[in-house]
């Protein structure tokens, strides 16, 4: 094995073994404590441009597998773990995911101690690392000179519409890095599906005469997209049932008035118990996010708490008063986690069935 | 007689909720809202909507049992009493729930057995399952499940505090 190295902005570094392709690479990085699921983590659009680290001790064993993919392509920058698998029995794998990052042209590096570096990130927050061949004052400088892409979405989300053809109810989502479970769940109600770009406009979303919109999960900050998004929540809520998914959840809070914080370090994991409101029930579900919602901040807007994260007591759903039009931060559709949140989209199927058919009145009005 | 359970525990739980989301929708908030539950499945369904608010809202919504026996079309008017309401009606915004819908007569009955205790502002009506077949003019604000039947089908709702599990039978 060839020996690289894994540097930080901070200057640490930490000495690894090669695996994936030989490439250098520059991203932010961040963990997931994850035990399982790293092919759906590793090819998860909201890791566009990141350098991902597990936490757990080991990832591979699996293989990789095509029913396991949330993206065509993965897109991160680079895959940090303590000890990569290089046997697997899954008689679902099609190749190792060594094989795998180096078709993709991704780095990976093991053998580093994925404990002690997530305490230092807890710590020091988010930063800037590299994946280099010698960690010396020239890999320094570039990782010094690096500047993080803000249009993370623009990269993400698909350049053109496309129909994802069924017989039910007329869902449109709209893509901000879609991720494919997103895709699979709607496929289970039959939904006649349409993927619009993250730059939409109204009057192409009314053009199609939806029965429901999905706002996709996607990478980066969600103060940085434009007003144009928002203001299409605002006009749709009131008429066409809503659903948010991580970036798409932070938008529809930001569309009604809500406030955004930045996380000191993103928090990616399943283990932490979430309490859905109205019943009381609890359920894991994948979390991957930067910012969550000040809760204060909704007491002036027309937003209810509908999920609480039991661990940081974060808001992690939340829910027009008026209009059947509601978001949740983590991922419902179990790729990878526990099916037991697939329930959203259930009750998100049934309102969109149950107003199908309804009033087009407000469609003429545009 | 095959008897088929067509809503389970899960769907039941989540129509619940559901109708809860569209009562606030509906309502714009939460003030001045009484549920009453018409005797003996929309008892129960009440309370859980009321579970659910309180949860939700943090506030204490009342429930009321109404038992609208004496209000039946299909008995004698002397054997109308005053109901069990010990709540003035007047000015509130009620939801009636009921577990299933059919003909319209029973929901006719509640009414009628609401209005002897007050003017209420508004009353709205939730039901579990709506199987058609309406005799009257009355429809329901807020369905869990609409489904269609055959007039000799029979529809049975099933409370876990009453029959053990949450479920829609249909029998026929």
Same mark, same amino acid.
């Given at each position: 094995m060839t020996q690289r190295y894994l540097i930080l902005q901070d200057q640490s570094v930490y000495p690894g073994e090669a695996f994936g392709a030989p490439a250098t690479t520059f991203g932010e990085i961040v963990f997931n404590t994850a035990m399982s699921g790293y092919q759906e983590i590793i090819t998860n659009?909201?890791? *566009?441009n990141q350098i991902l680290m597990f936490t +757990?001790? +080991?990832?591979?064993? =699996?293989g990789i597998n *095509? /029913? =396991?993919?949330?993206?065509?392509v993965p897109t991160i920058k680079g895959v940090v773990t303590r000890e990569i698998a290089d046997v697997s029995t899954n008689?679902? /794998?099609?190749?190792?995911l060594d094989a795998f990052l180096k078709r993709h042209n991704i780095p990976g590096i093991a053998r580093i101690d994925t404990r002690a570096l997530a305490r230092h990130l807890r710590q020091t927050g988010t930063q800037k690392a590299s994946i280099v061949d010698v960690p010396d004052d020239h890999a320094f400088d570039q990782l010094k000179a690096m500047v993080l892409p803000t249009n993370q979405v623009a990269q993400a989300s698909t350049p053109k519409a496309y129909a994802n053809p069924g017989r039910g109810a007329n869902v449109i989502i709209i893509d901000l890095?879609?991720?494919n479970g997103i895709l699979r769940n709607l496929r289970d109600y039959d939904a006649n599906i349409t993927v619009l770009p993250h730059d939409t406009t109204l009057e192409q979303v009314v053009n199609l005469d939806p029965d429901g919109i999905v706002l996709s999960s996607g990478p980066?900050?969600?103060?940085?997209?434009?007003e144009q998004l928002l203001r299409l929540i605002r006009t749709v809520q009131s008429e066409i049932p809503l659903l948010g998914i991580g970036l798409g959840y932070e938008l529809f809070a930001l569309a009604n008035g809500a406030e955004l914080e930045e996380l000191t370090f993103e928090r990616h994991g399943m283990n932490h118990p979430i309490r859905?409101?109205? !019943?009381?029930n609890i359920i894991f579900a994948n979390q991957g996010n930067g910012y969550v919602i000040n809760?204060?901040?909704?007491?002036? !807007?027309a937003l209810m708490v +509908? *999920?609480?994260?039991?661990?940081? *007591?974060?808001? /992690?759903g939340v829910r027009h008063r008026d209009y059947p039009a509601f978001g949740v /931060?983590?991922?419902?559709?179990?790729?990878?986690?526990?099916?037991?949140? +697939?329930d959203i989209f259930a009750e998100y199927m049934e309102i969109v069935s149950a107003r199908r058919g309804g009033s087009r009145q407000w469609l003429n009005e545009y | 007689m095959a008897n088929k359970e067509i809503v389970d525990g899960m769907s039941m739980q989540r129509a619940l909720t559901r109708i809860t989301y569209e009562i606030i929708e509906r309502n714009k908030g939460v003030s001045n809202l009484v549920l009453v539950g018409i005797k003996t499945r929309g008892v129960y369904l009440a309370q859980r909507i009321g579970e659910r608010l309180q949860q939700l809202e943090d506030v204490a919504i009342p429930v009321l049992t109404l038992d609208i026996e004496a209000y039946? @079309? $299909?008995?004698?008017?002397? @054997?109308?009493r005053q109901p069990q309401? @010990?709540?003035?009606?007047?000015?509130k915004r009620i939801v009636l729930v009921d577990d299933v819908l059919y003909t319209g007569r029973t929901i006719r009955a509640a009414l009628d057995a609401l209005m002897d205790n007050g003017r209420p502002s508004v009353v709205n009506l939730a039901v579990l399952v709506d199987r058609g077949h309406r005799e009257l003019p009355i429809r329901a604000d807020f369905v869990g499940k609409n489904i269609p039947t055959a007039i000799s089908e029979r529809i049975k709702v099933n409370v876990?505090?009453? $029959?053990?599990q949450d479920s829609v039978e249909i029998h026929s």
């Open positions: 659009p909201i890791y *566009h +757990t001790p +080991t990832i591979g064993a =699996a *095509h /029913q =396991a993919d949330e993206a065509i008689r679902l /794998q099609r190749m190792s890095g879609l991720k980066g900050d969600p103060h940085i997209l434009n859905e409101q109205i !019943t009381g809760r204060a901040s909704l007491k002036e !807007t +509908t *999920h609480v994260d039991l661990m940081d *007591h974060s808001v /992690q /931060q983590f991922f419902p559709d179990a790729a990878p986690g526990p099916i037991e949140a +697939t | 039946r @079309d $299909d008995r004698e008017p002397k @054997d109308r309401i @010990d709540l003035n009606l007047n000015g876990r505090e009453l $029959d053990g």
